[in-house]
Structures are given as C-alpha cells and as structure tokens.
C-alpha cells in the first residue's frame, strides 16, 4: 500500500506542478470540394477547403492552387469559419477538366505544423466532352445555289434556345430553322431564296448543348451564292459552217442533207 501511495503522489505533484506539459496529439483532418476525382461541381458552386483546427489564414491561402489545361485558374479568397472559399472569376467553363491542388505546411493557431497533400481532377457542370462542329454545309468558301440550305452538324444534342439566341448570318436574311430527331443536326434555310451573288457568313458563339456545356470558341465560315439562279437549257442544234476570211461560223440550216459535198 505504501509502494502504491507513493506512485499515485508523484503523478499527482507531476500533473500538478507541470499544468502545460500536456502535448495535443490530434491529427488535422482536411477535407476538399469537390472531394472525390472527377467529381462534377455543380454550376454557380464554390470551391472550399475544410480544416478541423484553426489555421493561420495568409498560409493556407498560399498552398491552394486551381488549374486546368490553360494554366492557373483566377478568383477571389474568403473565410468561413475553418473553411477557405475559392470563388473562380470568371466561373468556370461547363463542361472543362480543373485540378486542386493543396499542397504544403499548414500552421495553426496552436503552433503545431501539418504537412497536407491533396489533389483532386473535377469536371464544371458536366464531365461530357466540349461541344464540337462536327461538319458544316456548304464547305467554308463554297459557291452554291441560292436555294441551298445551310446545315450544321454537332457531336452531341444541342439546346436549340442557345442556338438560336448564339447564331448570326450576315447579310441579315430572313431563314427557317429545323432540327434532326438527335438534335444533333440543324437545317437553316431561306424563307425566300438567298440573295444572287452574295458573300455570306455564318457565326456561332456561345452554343451550348443539352448538357449545358459550351462551344470551345467562337466559330466563323463563310459561302457564296452564285449569279445565275436558273441552270442553262439548250434550245436548239444547228450546224454551221467556217469563214476563214472573217473567221466566223455561219449557221447553214437545221437540215444536214440540203449541205453541198464538201461544204
């Protein structure tokens, strides 16, 4: 019993005399959003980091980096509690591939120093690939008929309000629109006819599919109508005979046998 008093004393007068001596042996938890690879972040959502401890601010600001394909992504830096906001500016593309990325020491209010590595590959508003043209007629620079439509064909289903608020034609010309069932595939064709011997150009900018993502970049083709809007007909057949004095030919009538032998 006296061993036992003696051990439970010394703890005591440790504990005692040593108030501060006790060491926080909690791990920092981080958490990301969006968290898991290739998760698709919602439109209009923000991206955040979450620590389970204060941390200094100005620190953790420093290690967290957007990317994508192009290079560093810009924005704007806010606090929520233990949560650093990345706000993008502008937002992000519907439709593009980003990466975060929180590397480095992160200090916090207690003094105690983590080492964090997260990187996480995310999709904006949807994982499905950029909007492309996939073909366009007539051909950039083509001579055509005025009465020849101009068809656009997508690589995936389009939103015929952004098309139709995202297309222009220029001279202005009053057209009709109409879509293939995959709405993949739209037709624009003169109420009228196109105007004869006419440049015109087409553009499209900010066309966006079904799925909300964007065309890459703004596109720009151009056509040509031709001059005459009636094919030739033959009228008639005749023979005719050559002058060499004048260098001319001279019909000599509808009917081959009134010719002279050698004529």
Same mark, same amino acid.
């Given at each position: 019993m006296c061993g036992r008093a003696v051990v439970l004393l010394a703890a005591s007068l440790i504990l005692t005399s040593c108030p501060n001596a006790l060491v926080n042996l909690n791990p920092l938890n981080v958490t990301t959003s969006p968290g898991s690879p290739n998760q698709v972040l919602a439109a209009g959502d923000s991206i955040r980091v979450t620590f389970s401890d204060p941390v200094d601010h100005s620190g953790a600001q420093g290690l967290l980096n957007i990317t994508s394909a192009e290079g560093t992504v810009s924005g704007d830096l806010s606090?929520? #509690?233990? +949560? *650093?906001?990345?706000? !993008?500016?502008?937002? *992000? +593309? !519907? #439709?593009?591939?980003?990466? *975060?990325?929180?590397?480095?020491?992160? +200090? *916090?209010d207690d003094g105690r120093q983590f080492t964090v590595v997260k990187e996480v590959p995310f999709y904006s508003v949807s994982a499905a690939a950029s909007v492309q043209l996939v073909s366009s007629s007539p051909a950039n620079g083509a001579s055509v008929t005025v009465a020849e439509p101009l068809v656009l064909t997508f690589g995936s289903p389009i939103d015929p309000t952004s098309f139709t608020s995202g297309f222009s034609l220029s001279p202005s010309t009053s057209t009709q629109v109409s879509w293939s069932a995959d709405q993949k595939t739209v037709t624009v064709t003169p109420t009228a006819a196109w105007s004869a011997v006419t440049l015109y150009t087409w553009q499209l900018s900010s066309v966006k599919s079904t799925a909300g993502v964007s065309l890459p970049a703004t596109i720009s083709r151009s056509f040509l109508t031709n001059l005459d809007q009636i094919a030739p007909q033959i009228v008639s057949v005749v023979p005719a005979l050559w002058t060499n004095a004048t260098s001319t030919w001279t019909p000599a009538g509808t009917d081959l046998n009134t010719l002279q032998k050698g004529q």
């Open positions: 606090w929520s #509690g233990n +949560t *650093l906001v990345f706000s !993008p500016v502008p937002a *992000l +593309t !519907p #439709g593009k591939r980003y990466n *975060l990325e929180f590397n480095g020491q992160v +200090t *916090l």
